[in-house]
């Protein structure tokens, strides 16, 4: 997740392709100091939309600064720690259902079978997803996305693309939107007023946990865009072959 990009409400208790992101920039932040460097002049042929995408880029930024992050600022100040651990850890909870249906579309039997355990044992002694029982028990957690499906079955990813709002994707990806939507638990829900501000708060509970690595990579003197590009797709590519992806140089993920 670009930490200057406002994260889209299907990415945040699902798979967490913006939690891991934002945790992947951060350590990237940690590893590169503030390493500088011009723009490149080379087109990246990963990246065809380039200045389509900064635009975008640039908008998402904006949105972020001037509404994201003063609300996500206050929801640290007013709520403590214990309560927003609750609140992630619910929403975490949730999103454990399509990660368990899309570890059984992978047909990955061992993934499939701690997710639904830890599904299992945070709702029920862990006060509906409340507390995270599973993490202490040593059951991990799984995380998978229909994008990461189409990809462990040989759809590549495609070129890279910035969404209004939703940031850093890729066209495969953007294309398995639509499913992991109606995957996401809070989608089911038919009230709709209750659905948005659960929606509203899962943003802005996610956006909270990274105010802290969006400052390093802003104060970090880099062309963010490229650098937000090129962690996302390594990040990306590493989840879809869970952390083992191929050395052919191909880059098919």
Known sequence: MNPRILPHPRALPVRSRSLRLAGALGMLVLATGCATGPRPTAPNPADPFEPFNRNVSRFNDVVDDNVLVPVATAYRKVLPSPVRSGVNNFFSNLGDVWNFANNVAQLKAQDSAETFMRLNVNTILGLGGLLDVATELGIDRHSEDFGQTLGRWGVPSGP?????????????????????????????????????????LRVVDLRSNYLRASQLIGDAALDRYSFTRDAYLQRRRSEVFDGNPPDDGSGAD
């Not at 495969?172 to 509203?200: E, F, K």
């Open 160 to 200: 890279y693309v910035v969404l209004p709002l939703l940031g850093p994707s890729t066209l495969r990806d953007t294309a398995a939107l639509p499913v992991d939507v109606q995957g996401d638990m809070l989608h089911q829900i038919s009230d709709v007023p209750a659905r948005n501000s659960l929606y509203v």
